[in-house]
Structure formats: C-alpha cells, structure tokens
C-alpha cells in the first residue's frame, strides 16, 4: 500500500501549524488547506472491473519494497490502476481549549476542566476560514464520505468545513450539529447537500490519561450530532481510555495503519479524515518507512 501526494505531500490541519499543501486546481487565500494523499492497495479488487486495456488509467508510484522492487532491493517505480487508489484529505481539528491552555502549561493537559475539549473562538474561525476554501475549490462537490474521530472538537471541526450551512426553518433532514453543541455559541448546522458523516474510534488522539482525549457517551452526542452515523462504535461509554496508562507512540502508528488499511475496503473513492496531530505525526511516520527519506519528511513534516 503506497502514500502519495501530486505535487507535494505535507502534514497540514485546520490549525495552520503546517506548510500548506500547493495544489494547483484549488486555489485560494485561506491560509490552511486539507492534505491531499493518493493511497492505493497492492491487493485486487474483491469484484475486479473488466477494463479494456486501451480504458485503463494508472497512476506511476512508489511501492514497498516487499512487493516491487529494483534489482537492488531498494523501492521503484510502478503503475496501479487508478480505479484502486482513493484519495484522502486528511485534517487536523481546529483550536481546542485544550492547545491554548497545554502552551501556558503543558500539565494543563492533565485537568479535568479540559475533559473532550471543546474549539476556542479561534478554531471556529480556523473552521469558517476552512469552509470558504473547500466551497471555493469545489472539494464540497466532490468528497463522497466524511470520517471523523468521535470526539467533540474534530466533530465541531468536521461539520464546520465539510456540511451545510446555518440550518433554516422548515428544511428537511436532520442537523449535522444542533445550536450551541458544546458550549460553541454557533447556530445549527445543516445536513443539507452535504456528504455522509461516520464516527470512528480508529483514528483517535493517543488514549488514556489526559482528560481532554476521553470522549462523552454516545447518546450524548447523537443529541449534540444527530446526522452523524455513530453505528460502527460499538460501545456508548469510552471503554477505550484509561486514567493511568497512555497509550504509546507505537501502538497509535499501528491503531493507525490498520485504520488506513480499513478505509481501502470502503467503496467512497474520495474521502476527508478529521483526526488529531499527534494520530496523523505517527501514523504518517511509519506509513512512509519505505520512501525515499526527502519524501518522508515531506509526509511527517510539521
């Protein structure tokens, strides 16, 4: 399975702590944009299409070692069918209450008043500022599923620059965010025209210990969320973070290679992931182990 990116790949998020990605048929003045990764799978199609040869479109890339190779041993060159690549957007939440008060004092991360921290006025604008680009750009017309973690900031941050607008009286359709959901003074937002919105536990801040990463229930936030779908969490308390142990750096690239895995069996072709800084730093770091080092530090890039 292969990472790729057309021109450049850099770790970006809605924060702006990361170089933008130039992508030449989106441009725009917002100062954050979506990273934008090709991942195709060295696996077949469980239902392979019947393409005439003459039809088919490849794209050339650099693939594990393990399954092409130079005489060398050293990764090269090779064409996969475009129809097996996807294409994410991968972006990082807006401003929490928890960045701000985790610079004055990085022990701030250990209160309990930070608990499934929420945007700042800050992120909300980072959020706005997000929006405008991808209805600028056209990407709100061409993502087909949106995949967030199930915590209140990336959800604020999903819905914020990938759904609706401000939900009007008398349309149809449940709200992706009711008013005000999680103290955020910001009206409801509409489920309208916008693509589907799935709730994952995968693609989790490291867990465990800091309050700030410890989730609600679920029923709370199918009230705060009702068009996101919470279906494939399977339990309504967070039996996954534990007061005493955080989780390690390793386990989160791995927790993070097998959500990567999961999302190439998905059928959607294009698809936004809204996650945390630290999920994508290392996931991205052991993603890239096989690529030529000046791309690997494109990927891993902060």
Same mark, same amino acid.
């Given at each position: ?13 809605a ?12 441009k ?95 992120? &909300?604008n980072?959020?706005?500022? *997000? ?39 008398g ?19 509409s489920?309208? #025209? ?18 700030? #990463? ?5 029923? @709370?936030?199918?009230? *705060? ?5 919470f ?9 996954? &973070? ?8 390793? @386990? ?37 182990? #096989? ?5 690997? #530090? ?5």
């Amino acid at each position: 399975m292969c990472l790729l990116s057309s021109p450049f790949l850099s770790f970006c998020n809605a924060k702006a702590i990361a170089a933008s990605l130039n992508h030449k048929s989106c441009k725009s003045k917002s100062a954050t944009h979506p990273c934008h990764a090709f991942v195709s799978s060295p696996n077949p199609p469980s239902s392979p299409a019947r393409l005439h040869p003459s039809s088919l479109n490849a794209r050339c890339c650099s693939s594990s070692p393990a399954l092409f190779t130079d005489m060398d041993g050293r990764p090269s060159s090779s064409l996969l069918p475009l129809q097996r690549c996807k294409i994410l957007h991968l972006v990082r939440h807006a401003q929490g209450i928890h960045n701000v008060e985790g610079e004055k004092d990085h022990s701030a991360y250990m209160s309990p008043e930070l608990f499934d921290a929420h945007l700042t006025p800050l992120g &909300w604008n980072q959020v706005d500022n *997000l929006h405008r680009h991808v209805i600028a750009c056209g990407l709100n017309k061409k993502i087909d599923l949106v995949i967030t973690s199930p915590l209140l900031r990336t959800m604020q941050t999903a819905v914020g620059v990938f759904g609706g607008e401000a939900l009007v009286d008398g349309v149809k359709g449940r709200p992706l965010m009711v008013e005000n959901a999680g103290n955020s003074g910001r009206p409801a937002i509409s489920s309208l #025209d916008s693509p589907p919105f799935v709730a994952v536990e995968a693609c989790r801040e490291h867990l465990g210990v800091h309050p700030c #990463d410890k989730r609600r229930t679920i029923r @709370e936030y199918q009230t *705060l969320f009702p068009a996101i779908d919470f279906s494939l969490i399977e339990s309504n308390e967070d039996i996954l &973070w534990e007061p005493n142990v955080r989780e390690p750096n390793e @386990e989160v690239a791995i927790r993070g290679m097998k959500f990567f895995n999961w999302l190439l069996t998905r059928r959607e072709t294009e698809i936004a992931v809204i996650t945390h800084s630290g999920f994508l730093f290392h996931t991205l770091r052991r993603f890239g182990k #096989d690529f030529h080092p000046l791309i690997k #530090d494109e990927i891993c890039k902060q």
